[in-house]
């Protein structure tokens, strides 16, 4: 995409629940977007349904603020059909998620579709670490990866030419 061309980007994480991996990617990629001046749309979801409304987890809030994020405010909600057409890009933090999504996928789709850790060189191809059976060292190392991938993202976008504030 050429400077100008496109106004403003939009990026949905996606996980199974949208209490842990998803909510500290939104996290994550919100700061990084404000670091780098990016005018950006960041939303996150779950495939299933059944945390739908709830806060994201407490462990996965307590790593977002010692690292001063805030996503205690977050509410989890399900993907639908209109996000694949809402969203520029939407990511997944592993391959089930990303199966799933493709599945639901509406035919006239618009978004791209990919793995989250795709953005990082020498991850390619790997999941974000689901944290949630694990105790708080897991949500540090999930936000370690969601944070390198942000930043992979955001620098991807400029180089886009997306629009920046």
Not at 31 to 58: F, I, M, N, Q
Not at 106 to 131: H, I, K, S, Y
Not at 141 to 146: G, I, L, P, Q, R
């Amino acid at each position: 995409m050429g400077q100008g061309v496109m106004a403003k980007a939009s990026v949905l994480f996606v996980c199974l629940g949208n209490i842990c991996r998803s909510p500290l990617a939104e996290g994550a990629f919100r700061a990084e977007a404000e670091r780098c001046g990016l005018d950006v749309v960041v939303d996150s979801a779950g495939t299933g349904g059944w945390h739908k409304g709830e806060p994201p987890d407490p462990r996965a809030i307590a790593v977002a603020r010692r690292h001063g994020v805030d996503i205690g405010g977050l509410r989890a909600r399900q993907v639908k059909p209109d996000d694949f057409r809402v969203f520029t890009h939407i990511y997944a933090l592993d391959h089930d998620n990303l199966s799933g999504l493709r599945r639901i996928a509406p035919a006239d789709a618009t978004a791209e579709v990919d793995l989250l850790l795709n953005l990082v060189a020498g991850r390619q191809g790997r999941a974000v670490a689901d944290p949630y059976y694990g105790d708080e060292t897991g949500f540090e190392v999930t936000w370690n990866d969601v944070r390198t991938a942000s930043r992979a993202l955001a620098t991807r976008l400029v180089e886009e030419g997306w629009a920046k504030l």
